[in-house]
């Protein structure tokens, strides 16, 4: 069983930066995506931002401010989030998907993964 556990959030002042992390305890399962989603009360998990092998993609709305990386000697997925606006509160939340897909845009809906961490919230002060 993948085991996701998030960390790094916290309360930050509009234009600062945070390094959230993401590590899995469990390598023995094939992995095909790693994600970030996040969730403000009321609205639905968003997607931020998906590895893929050896690419990134990031939801428009954080593009060119969030980056995605990953340590393997850790196992851990990394979101490094710079510019920090008050609308990217919210919990954030990691997902690995064990189910490959052909059309890689599925990566970017909720429904892709089966395996999700507990968040970390994040809230970013105007």
């Known amino acids: 069983q993948v085991q996701l556990t998030e960390s790094g959030g916290g309360l930050v002042q509009a234009g600062g930066s945070l390094r959230l992390s993401c590590a899995n305890s469990?390598?023995?399962?094939?992995?095909?995506?790693l994600a970030w989603f996040r969730q403000t009360p009321g609205k639905e998990r968003e997607f931020v931002g998906v590895?893929?092998?050896?690419?990134?993609e990031c939801a428009d709305s954080v593009k060119g401010r969030f980056t995605i990386s990953r340590d393997n000697a850790k196992n851990t997925l990394l979101l490094q989030m710079n510019s920090l606006k008050p609308e990217d509160t919210g919990m954030y939340y990691c997902?690995?998907?064990?189910?490959?897909?052909?059309?890689?845009?599925?990566?970017?809906?909720?429904?892709?993964?089966?395996?999700w961490g507990h968040g970390t919230q994040v809230t970013v002060s105007s």
């Open positions: 590895r893929l092998d050896d690419t990134t």
């Open positions: 469990r390598r023995a399962f094939r992995l095909y995506a």
């Open positions: 997902a690995a998907s064990g189910i490959s897909y052909t059309d890689h845009n599925t990566y970017y809906t909720r429904g892709a993964y089966d395996h």
